[in-house]
């Protein structure tokens, strides 16, 4: 039951961690790694605010013991862009407003980058159902998608 | 916070099944983690002893054999989506997962957690009903099968033992070309099923062939309607005879009042779901084989 030593890749960066058995990644992100940019909800899988890469899949940290991720390659949405250099997806959402009170944007720029990754031909409506699982209570999901679409293009322009 | 526990990552299934035997009841087998660590926190379960197979190598594939395909099942929903055997043969498989919660968790639940946490509306068992699948289970002895209509005992009971672990899932081919699934959920995105029907079947000239119904959400465990098989099977298809089908469906089921909707709703439901359903299954099995 004792901790164990966590290593992951984290946005580009190797760090070392002890968790718990009991701790789940989200937990460890916020409180071990100042990950506090992953975002804390319902914690049972159904809002998607917590969710992070892990191995190229966007999942629900929350559900996932940090033990498990031993050795993994964990994204959060601070390692898709940065403020000099953000990801299209970050490009297109902020030149569209796409963001309102922000609590789950972390999850849902998640959410799409790693399924824009998988499926960069995705039509609009399987976009729309690719951020099914990121609940937006300022129900802002038509710009989301309007900015999915718009930062292929842009992607398509670089 | 979780209750505590402690965890041990699987190298294999004969590793798994070896910390199954040294821990256990107090022992759980953790894979997607969608079901687990939710009860976990709910305090409905408190392993003392997590055993995690999510990176066993061996519970990951998808092969075609000599009169199955056999699936993993440490497959995820996502991988079930995106493997092409799955697409080509078993088209009701990948149009549950469609359907089937949410982007996050189709890329952690396993068709493996789906079946052994058995929940009356768990979304893959109507399908996998229909398409009369059996689960592999293994034991320190080796492997043994069971049908899946019979693996289901009860709400979250299956015929599961304490050491033994879900292998993988067996679908008899040739598969029946005729598929159709329907769920009713309160919602479109990420929604737990008010009424589920899954229907195969085969045809001979419009002859109805090996016709399967399995319903998920209206009974204690999602079940396989025989009475409704009966009058389809070996008979001429029709509106009529699919209507009637369908009203022997809904008679068959033992729906519960939830916040979801009450009996009386989901037993209407179950009539016409069952009934699209046969009709899609019926004009697909029409289609000529490619």
């Given at each position: ?158 | ?102 982007y996050l968790t189709r890329n952690r639940a396993t068709i493996g957690g789906n079946l052994a946490n058995a929940s009356p509306g768990a979304d893959l068992v109507p399908p996998l009903l229909a398409l ?90 999602a079940f396989r309607s025989s009475e409704a098989e009966q009058i389809m099977e070996g008979h001429m298809f029709s509106s009529d005879i699919a209507a009637r089908a369908a009203e022997a469906a809904a008679n068959s089921s033992q729906p519960i009042s939830d916040v979801r909707g009450s009996a009386e709703y989901r037993h209407a439901m179950v009539r016409a ?18």
């Amino acid at each position: 039951m004792g901790e164990r030593i966590v290593q992951i890749n984290l946005n580009g960066r190797s760090v070392r961690l002890k968790a718990a058995p009991n701790e789940t990644l989200l937990n460890v992100l916020r409180q071990k790694a100042s990950a506090t940019e992953v975002k804390s909800g319902c914690e049972r899988g159904d809002c998607g605010a917590c969710a992070v890469i892990v191995d190229g899949r966007a999942v629900n940290s929350c559900l996932t013991l940090a033990v498990q991720t031993d050795g993994a390659t964990v994204t959060t949405v601070r390692g898709l862009g940065t403020p000099e250099h953000p990801h299209p997806l970050q490009e297109a959402f902020i030149r569209l407003g796409a963001a309102q009170c922000g609590i789950c944007i972390p999850g849902v720029l998640v959410s799409l980058s790693a399924f824009l990754a998988e499926r960069p031909d995705a039509s609009r409506s399987e976009i729309r159902e690719a951020v099914a699982g990121n609940l937006c209570r300022c129900t802002g999901y038509q710009k989301f998608v309007d900015a999915a679409e718009e930062s292929r293009i842009m992607e398509g322009l670089e | 916070m979780l209750p505590q526990t402690d965890y041990v990552k699987a190298s294999s299934v004969a590793h798994a099944l070896d910390m199954l035997h040294q821990y256990g009841t107090g022992a759980a087998i953790l894979a997607g983690g969608t079901d687990l660590i939710v009860d976990m926190r709910e305090r409905r379960r408190e392993p003392t002893m997590l055993v995690d197979i999510s990176s066993v190598e061996e519970l990951a594939e998808i092969d075609v054999g000599t009169g199955n395909i056999r699936i993993g099942a440490g497959v995820t929903v996502a991988g079930l989506a995106g493997s092409a055997i799955v697409q080509h043969q078993l088209p009701l498989v990948t149009e549950v997962t469609r359907h089937f919660a949410d982007y996050l968790t189709r890329n952690r639940a396993t068709i493996g957690g789906n079946l052994a946490n058995a929940s009356p509306g768990a979304d893959l068992v109507p399908p996998l009903l229909a398409l009369n699948a059996s689960v592999v289970l293994a034991t320190a002895q080796g492997e043994r099968t069971v049908d899946l209509n019979d693996f289901l005992v009860g709400p979250r009971r299956t015929l599961l033992l304490w050491n033994e672990l879900v292998r993988a899932i067996h679908i008899p081919t040739p598969v029946p070309r005729g598929q159709a699934y329907e769920k009713l959920g309160l919602r479109t995105g990420g929604a737990i099923a008010v009424v589920s029907c899954a229907v195969s079947m085969d045809q001979a000239g419009g002859e109805c062939r090996r016709v399967r119904i399995g319903l998920g959400a209206v009974a204690p465990r999602a079940f396989r309607s025989s009475e409704a098989e009966q009058i389809m099977e070996g008979h001429m298809f029709s509106s009529d005879i699919a209507a009637r089908a369908a009203e022997a469906a809904a008679n068959s089921s033992q729906p519960i009042s939830d916040v979801r909707g009450s009996a009386e709703y989901r037993h209407a439901m179950v009539r016409a779901l069952v009934e699209r359903a046969l009709h899609a299954a019926y004009e697909r099995s029409s289609e000529p084989q490619e």
